[in-house]
């Protein structure tokens, strides 16, 4: 177990709030920056989306799940799979960590208040163990608040012991905090406008929550519920399920990507761990509502094992990674289909090929535009005492437009651009 005495026991102020800055400090074009991570190293490089450049390596927790930036764009949140929670002020100069804490043992979710009038008061970190989430304070990580999330699975209604705290988001039109927890398949609506008085409205979905994204109007979170081969549509506005849809085995769409389709309207992808497939899911239920919460296309990919999927609005491509398939050819390469000719096959990218690395599996995991929309960045994750890169693909040509090496990336996996993680652009 780990209460509030344990978590402030770890808990560090570096730079108190008013020593921090009042204005940015540095030269650095923050909204096209990438925080990269560094995975076994327990870092993130700080990478600057204009020139390719290696700005920073800011020491965090292990293996760092997700980058959250702030409301304000001002901070950057890391939280580690061991709970380190580190609040970086890209302000300074050079951007450093102002706050620290340790949340639990393992964790993967860390968001900040997103609501109007309320940015950047609160963040709140869900951790695997203990079976719990802490609301803390958005400047300094005091803890403030914790709630376990033991108790009854959806449908059986039998009680859980440690039902582990997944995805996070923040609702844009309350002021709640989206919690998904994992083994009992509830979404937890955390209204963090009276701590003291805390309301949560319960939310039964589907259980194995795991991770998901908005929808491009941001209403609409949609949510995988991986082991149950579904993903769960969660109203922010109205608080409460919109759907449940099926899909194929193991979704993983990451933060999953939107994009108007030629024949359905708005739709939201996800690809999967299990097999080799695509869902589109209609989005739209004002303007296409026939389409709306169904799944309206498959597409086949290259192969199953795939982690994140993503597209940008200004581009007309979607992007399927497979890091995790058992043979190299597809392990190391992406799927890219024509959004506006969906029935076309899809074109093979070899990625791995391109960075020219001589040794180790060559993962290709998880691509992530640039602020533009222009060009797309893929990590080529080899073992920690492998050489690794980052490729960065022109989204017109699907050509190569640069090869990032250095002996600073160990291990790179999971890339955060600051503008689109900021305004929900996926």
């Known amino acids: 177990e780990y209460g509030l005495e344990d978590m402030k026991a770890t808990w560090k102020v570096h730079v108190p709030v008013a020593k921090r800055p009042t204005k940015k400090m540095n030269d650095w074009n923050i909204e096209n920056l990438f925080s990269v991570t560094l995975r076994d190293s327990g870092e993130i490089a700080l990478i600057d989306g204009d020139n390719y450049e290696i700005k920073s390596i800011i020491k965090t927790g292990y293996a760092v799940h997700i980058s959250r930036i702030s409301a304000s764009g001002r901070y950057l949140f890391t939280t580690g799979r061991d709970a380190r929670i580190n609040l970086i002020d890209l302000w300074m100069n050079p951007p450093t960590t102002v706050a620290e804490i340790d949340t639990g043992i393992e964790a993967r979710s860390v968001e900040t208040s997103k609501m109007k009038g309320w940015e950047d008061k609160y963040a709140i970190s869900g951790t695997y163990w203990p079976p719990q989430f802490v609301i803390m304070d958005g400047d300094t990580l005091e803890p403030l608040k914790i709630v376990g999330t033991r108790g009854m699975t959806v449908g059986t209604q039998e009680y859980h012991p440690e039902p582990r705290v997944a995805a996070i988001v923040a609702s844009h039109f309350k002021p709640e905090f989206v919690v998904n927890v994992k083994e009992t398949g509830q979404v937890l609506m955390v209204d963090y406008s009276d701590l003291k008085n805390l309301k949560i409205t319960t ?34 506005k109205e608080g409460k399920l919109a759907a449940l849809v099926e899909t194929g085995p193991t979704p993983h769409p990451g933060r999953g990507a939107n994009f108007v389709h030629p024949k359905y309207g708005p739709v939201w992808g996800t690809s999967h761990l299990g097999d080799d497939t695509v869902a589109l899911i209609g989005t739209d239920p004002v303007k296409h509502p026939k389409n709306a919460w169904k799944l309206v296309q498959t597409l086949e990919g290259q192969g199953g094992g795939s982690l994140f999927i993503k597209t940008h609005k200004k581009s007309h491509h979607l992007y399927v990674d497979s890091p995790l398939n058992p043979d190299d050819d597809i392990m190391r390469s992406i799927a890219v289909f024509d959004i506006n000719n969906l029935d076309k096959e899809y074109k093979v990218l070899p990625i791995a090929e391109w960075a020219g690395l001589k040794e180790g599996a060559q993962r290709v995991v998880q691509g992530e535009f640039n602020k533009q929309g222009t060009e797309i960045w893929f990590s080529v994750w080899n073992a920690k005492n492998q050489e690794s890169a980052i490729v960065v693909v022109d989204d017109a040509t699907l050509k190569p437009k640069k090869i990032i090496k250095d002996k600073r990336l160990i291990t790179p996996t999971g890339k955060f651009n600051v503008f689109n993680t900021q305004n929900d652009v996926y």
Not at 203 to 230: C, P, Q
């Open 203 to 236: 939310i039964e979905a589907a259980r194995f929550l795991h991770d998901g994204g908005f929808d491009s109007t941001g209403r609409y979170f949609l949510v995988a519920a991986n082991a149950s081969n579904k993903v769960a549509v969660i109203d922010t």
